[in-house]
């Protein structure tokens, strides 16, 4: 299935977006804090031609525009609202990725009209304050110049998150950052954006939305969470507990999954793909 790269106007910025042209429902996919939209090449791949998947750089993020401002949980579900909005659909299936998730959350408390089911991939709850210092060291990085591309993919190579390579993580990697003329690269995510999205978190409760939510909702939970003992984005307890308080909802475990690793493992296609397909009734009307 054919994948165009797109660049659409939402909001007042240039968004990048990247269609898989499937001849199915419209799923939308929005990334985590310092990811871009090609972190769903593998899902998007096995999901289309079945459906049209759709995904898109964060501002901040990718070839997105990178503005002063315009950052935050409720700025981010307004451009997905945009996003739907500019593409002309109806109701899309979203799936969100740890701040994806939390975005995705907001979304569906906010505008329920818009979705048909909600998919939260390791993510979509209020982040326990030592989450931000073990992410610190990873969003401090985000400037540094590497002296090439395999410097930087070797560097990559040597996190235990990505002990799994695989061609999708190098295609990643290689769309992750500037290639300067000199050979070196350095990352395309903002800082700025990324420390702005972090302190939206001390203005919006995402546990708070979870009972204000209708649309049902798959959640799913990477058992190694960050690889580090007790540190997790979302909670086994959490997101079980999510499931229970939306209607028509469901956990799973993806097994053998870190925090990373869990959005390209062929059990959360199956498992998307299962629930997707399952019809609510008037649930998430």
């Excluded at 939305?209 to 209708?214: G, Q, Y």
Aim: charged content about 20%.
């Amino acid at each position: 299935m054919r994948m165009r790269d797109l660049k659409v106007n939402v909001n007042g910025k240039e968004l990048h977006l990247i269609d898989w042209e499937g001849r199915g429902d419209p799923v939308l996919c929005v990334h985590g804090l310092t990811a871009n939209g090609r972190c769903w090449d593998a899902l998007a791949e096995k999901l289309s031609p079945e459906y049209r998947v759709i995904a898109y750089d964060l501002p901040g993020r990718g070839d997105s525009a990178k503005p002063a401002a315009g950052y935050g949980i409720p700025a981010h579900a307004d451009d997905v609202l945009g996003m739907i909005n500019k593409l002309n659909l109806n109701q899309v299936t979203l799936i969100g990725h740890s701040l994806g998730a939390s975005i995705g959350c907001y979304f569906a408390a906010r505008y329920p009209g818009r979705l048909k089911k909600l998919v939260l991939v390791d993510g979509g709850m209020d982040p326990d304050p030592g989450l931000i210092q073990v992410i610190k060291p990873s969003v401090d990085r985000i400037g540094q110049v590497f002296p090439t591309f395999q410097a930087y993919l070797d560097y990559n190579r040597s996190i235990p998150f990505f002990q799994e390579w695989s061609p999708y993580l190098e295609r990643y990697f290689y769309y992750d950052v500037v290639h300067h003329p000199d050979g070196s690269v350095s990352s395309k995510v903002s800082k700025d954006a990324v420390s702005q999205d972090i302190e939206s978190f001390n203005s919006v409760s995402i546990n708070d939305l979870h009972r204000k939510i209708k649309t049902p909702t798959l959640v799913l939970w990477a058992p190694q969470g960050l690889v580090l003992p007790g540190v997790f984005v979302l909670s086994r307890e959490k997101g079980e507990e999510i499931a229970r308080t939306i209607p028509g909802s469901r956990f799973a475990v993806i097994e053998n999954s870190n925090h990373y690793t869990i959005i390209m493992k062929e059990q959360i296609v199956q498992e998307i793909r299962g629930f997707v397909t399952v019809t609510f009734g008037c649930n998430y009307l």
